[in-house]
């Protein structure tokens, strides 16, 4: 699966700025309102975000860009042909945690704020 170039030319800019409505920045700066962002994301990438991951995202002002979004999306397909069910992904300086079953991010992490750097219950890790 090849992740469209809509994805590619889009980030991610704070997806809940007046909770329950969405804005995502175009290449050239240009900034969109989504009505279902989380559905456009999985419709786009085959991905789901949970709530939590969104609102780590967000809360820290974290940009997604589409770069990030593509290889998270083929560390996924990766893992989920290995027979993984729990990833860590690790992207520069971010982690998520995947349930790779589901197709879901289930959160995301700075690598500078991980207080223990352990992770529990995974069964595999991408570094991409």
């Known amino acids: ?6 994805i590619k030319n889009t ?3 704070n997806p809940y700025p ?8 175009k290449a050239g700066g240009q900034l969109e309102s989504a009505i279902n962002f989380k559905e456009i994301l999985k419709e786009k990438t085959g991905l789901n975000f949970s709530n ?3 609102d780590r995202l967000s809360g820290r002002g974290l940009n997604l860009d589409g770069d990030k979004v593509e290889r998270l999306t ?3 397909q990766v893992a989920d042909k290995k027979g993984a069910d729990q990833s860590l992904v690790l992207l520069d300086q971010l982690a998520f ?4 079953r589901n197709k879901t991010v289930i959160t995301a992490v ?4 991980m207080k223990e ?5 995974i069964d595999s890790a991408i570094i991409g």
């Open 18 to 25: 007046q909770r329950g409505e969405s804005t995502v920045q």
């Open 74 to 76: 083929k560390a996924v």
């Open 11 to 13: 980030a991610i800019v």
């Open 110 to 113: 700075e690598t500078d704020r």
């Open 52 to 54: 939590h991951a969104i």
């Open 1 to 6: 699966m090849n992740v469209p170039d809509i």
């Open 97 to 100: 945690l995947v349930s790779v």
């Open 117 to 121: 750097g352990v992770f529990t219950q």
